[in-house]
């Protein structure tokens, strides 16, 4: 599903966010992707949704080469991911309604299934009493939860969470992290970028550590360990 | 197909009224510009006609004698009227000469009395001319005043008036010189404000521009929106200053009236008649503004 090769990212000549990183991830795998803050762990998220272009080194994503994706195409490749982001990056004029059915009608989504799919959607991560309210008037943690539903509504074959449990208790965590791994059961490969240690810890799933934008370690059945 | 476009214009109708703040100053501001633009519209408008009521009012008037001969007037008419300088000419017979004075002085007990004791209508025929332009009265002059006429033409009043002529003709060229000026100095200036209000508009909205290209939005999917969004905020303003011109025009009409006392000049008549040139072009105007202005300061954000 995602296939870097010896990718370094260097932002100004100085700051080398990503040096020489290889990795493959299999469709429909939960890989856990950690490291300190300043790793490189969101600069790999930004590449892969072509926000950001490798300085070199080669990218592929469900086997399509977005080393050097063309300007045009980029659309057609973030309809295939979903992506919740580290700051949410929600839509301030949109409703939490609106924020998820956004993503389905850049797809061209018909306005029927739109109607339909949304309503679930938001009954997956809770929201469903306050799908008519600004993000401003909701928690932080309501905030996380309306980007986790707008990055799974048009099911996309990849999503990636970029700290999608930061400010979630516990209990709530665990619920968003129930309904990722439904996601991932249903065949959706998982990038899930997290600090927590106890989740890591206690999935048991492949995880992948970073420090200064190197992989130090890539472990089947691992643990958070730095 | 039919979906996108309606969602285009929902969003559109969205992003006006959830940034009413911003909609509001951006159709003020583009409402005071307007204003401005039409108040120049309207000084323009009466510059031109104290101009044209100025330039009426100078002709020459050539009186024939009681002698001449018909056949000889009707040649002399005939190349005045060839002449390319001519612009109009008026005739007046002896008979309408009559009648004209019976009418004027029509209240006067005693011309008219003095009128039905005439044996011969003492009135010369006549006939009024008008140049093309004001510096062609002079050719038509030496026209009148060649000596071949001279036995047909009792007098001619034009007298010495060019002096005034030339003045008039000078401030006419001066003045279309720095009207032209201005108004391309004003255009561009409304221009400026229209297109840096519009930028500040897109720029106040370039995170969200940003969000909606990371989940996958088009250019055009974003841009189509905040284009017709320009298009509501240009039928607003220009609707706007319409609804504002027209009780300000009806205010300061009396005292237009009362610039020229013969023949007052009817400002409301004037922007009815050209409603459409002038409402029209200053719509299009701010509509391919907008359009520019916002292809041009949403393609930054756009390349996410
Ligand atoms: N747009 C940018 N311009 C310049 N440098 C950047 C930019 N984005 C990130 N960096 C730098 O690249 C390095 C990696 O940043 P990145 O955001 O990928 O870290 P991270 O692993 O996601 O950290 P965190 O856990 O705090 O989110 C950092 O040193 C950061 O300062
Ligand atoms: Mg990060």
Same mark, same amino acid.
């Given at each position: 599903?995602?296939v870097?090769e010896?990718?370094?990212?260097?932002?100004?000549?100085?700051t080398i966010?990503l040096?020489?990183?290889?990795?493959?991830?299999?469709?429909?795998?939960?890989? &856990?992707?950690?490291?300190?803050?300043?790793a490189?762990?969101?600069?790999?998220?930004?590449l892969?949704?072509?926000?950001e272009r490798?300085?070199?080194?080669t990218?592929?994503v469900?086997?399509?080469?977005?080393?050097?994706?063309?300007?045009?195409?980029?659309?057609l490749?973030?309809?295939?991911?979903?992506?919740?982001?580290?700051?949410?990056?929600l839509?301030?004029q949109?409703?939490?309604?609106?924020?998820?059915?956004?993503?389905?009608?850049?797809c061209?989504?018909p306005?029927?299934?739109?109607?339909?799919?949304?309503?679930?959607v938001?009954?997956?991560?809770?929201?469903?009493?306050?799908a008519?309210?600004y993000?401003?008037?909701?928690?932080?943690?309501?905030?996380?939860?309306?980007?986790?539903?707008?990055?799974?509504i048009?099911r996309?074959?990849l999503?990636?969470?970029?700290?999608?449990?930061?400010?979630?208790?516990?209990?709530t965590a665990?619920?968003?992290?129930d309904?990722?791994?439904?996601i991932?059961?249903?065949?959706?490969?998982?990038? &899930?970028?997290?600090h927590n240690k106890?989740?890591?810890n206690?999935?048991?799933?492949?995880?992948?550590?970073?420090?200064?934008?190197?992989?130090?370690?890539?472990?089947?059945?691992?643990?958070? &360990?730095? | 197909m039919?979906?996108?476009f309606?969602?285009?214009?929902?969003?559109?109708?969205?992003?006006?009224?959830?940034?009413?703040w911003l909609s509001?100053?951006?159709?003020?501001?583009?409402?005071?510009?307007?204003?401005?633009?039409?108040?120049f519209?309207a000084?323009?408008?009466?510059f031109d006609y104290?101009?044209?009521?100025?330039?009426e009012? #100078?002709?020459?008037t050539v009186?024939?004698?009681?002698?001449a001969?018909?056949?000889n007037?009707?040649a002399f008419?005939?190349?005045?009227?060839?002449?390319?300088?001519?612009?109009s000419?008026?005739?007046?017979?002896k008979?309408e000469?009559?009648?004209?004075?019976?009418t004027?002085?029509?209240?006067?007990?005693h011309?008219?009395?003095?009128?039905?004791e005439?044996?011969n209508?003492?009135?010369?025929?006549? #006939?009024?001319?008008?140049?093309?332009?004001i510096?062609?009265?002079?050719?038509?002059l030496?026209?009148i005043?060649d000596?071949?006429?001279?036995?047909?033409?009792? /007098?001619?009043?034009? #007298?010495d008036?060019?002096?005034?002529i030339?003045?008039l003709?000078e401030l006419?060229?001066n003045?279309?010189?720095?009207?032209?000026?201005?108004?391309?100095?004003f255009?561009?200036?409304?221009?400026?404000?229209v297109?840096n209000t519009? /930028?500040?508009?897109?720029f106040?909205? /370039?995170?969200?521009?940003?969000i909606?290209?990371?989940?996958?939005?088009?250019? /055009?999917?974003?841009?189509?929106?905040?284009?017709?969004?320009?298009?509501?905020y240009?039928?607003?303003?220009?609707?706007l200053t319409i609804?504002?011109?027209f009780?300000?025009?009806?205010t300061?009409?009396?005292?237009?009236?009362?610039?020229?006392e013969n023949s007052?000049?009817?400002?409301?008549?004037?922007?009815?008649d050209?409603?459409g040139?002038?409402f029209g072009?200053?719509?299009a105007?701010i509509?391919?503004?907008?359009?520019?202005?916002?292809?041009?300061a949403?393609g930054?954000?756009l390349?996410?």
């Open positions: 599903m995602i870097l010896g990718v370094t990212k260097q932002y100004h000549p100085d966010a040096a020489d990183v290889s990795l493959t991830i299999e469709q429909g795998e939960f890989v &856990f992707l950690v490291g300190m803050s300043g490189g762990k969101s600069t790999l998220v930004r892969l949704t072509a926000e490798a300085t070199s080194g990218i592929s469900g086997g399509w080469d977005i080393t050097r994706i063309a300007r045009r195409d980029v659309p490749l973030r309809r295939q991911i979903g992506v919740v982001y580290q700051d949410f990056k839509l301030e949109k409703t939490v309604e609106e924020n998820v059915s956004f993503a389905l009608e850049v061209g989504e306005s029927k299934n739109v109607r339909t799919i949304v309503p679930q938001l009954k997956i991560v809770g929201l469903e009493e306050k008519h309210r993000p401003r008037q909701l928690s932080g943690g309501e905030q996380q939860r309306v980007a986790i539903a707008r990055a799974l048009h996309p074959k999503l990636i969470a970029d700290e999608p449990t930061g400010d979630l208790d516990t209990l665990q619920t968003i992290i309904v990722l791994m439904r991932n059961d249903l065949g959706t490969t998982l990038l &899930f970028v997290t106890d989740v890591v206690t999935m048991k799933r492949r995880v992948i550590s970073m420090q200064e934008g190197r992989i130090i370690s890539d472990k089947l059945h691992g643990k958070y &360990f730095i | 039919i979906t996108s309606n969602r285009i214009i929902r969003f559109s109708f969205q992003n006006f009224w959830r940034n009413a509001f100053v951006t159709i003020s501001i583009l409402t005071l510009t307007l204003l401005s633009v039409n108040f519209v000084l323009n408008a009466l104290s101009l044209l009521t100025i330039e009012k #100078v002709n020459i009186h024939f004698q009681q002698t001969q018909e056949n007037v009707k008419l005939a190349s005045l009227s060839a002449m390319p300088d001519v612009a000419t008026e005739v007046r017979t008979e000469a009559l009648e004209k004075f019976r004027t002085f029509k209240g006067d007990q011309i008219q009395e003095s009128l039905q005439l044996e209508n003492p009135l010369p025929s006549s #006939v009024i001319i008008r140049a093309k332009e510096q062609r009265y002079d050719s038509i030496a026209f005043n000596p071949r006429y001279q036995g047909i033409i009792e /007098r001619q009043t034009f #007298v008036r060019t002096k005034f030339e003045r003709q006419k060229i003045a279309r010189r720095i009207g032209a000026g201005v108004t391309i100095f255009a561009l200036i409304a221009a400026l404000i297109v519009i /930028r500040m508009t897109i106040t909205r /370039r995170r969200e521009v940003g909606m290209k990371l989940v996958g939005a088009t250019n /055009r999917f974003i841009r189509a929106p905040l284009f017709l969004e320009g298009i509501w240009s039928i607003a303003s220009v609707l609804l504002i011109v009780p300000l025009i009806s300061f009409q009396p005292y237009l009236n009362h610039l020229f007052p000049f009817d400002m409301l008549a004037y922007f009815s050209n409603f040139i002038i072009s200053q719509f105007a509509v391919l503004l907008n359009t520019l202005a916002s292809f041009i949403i930054r954000y390349k996410v």
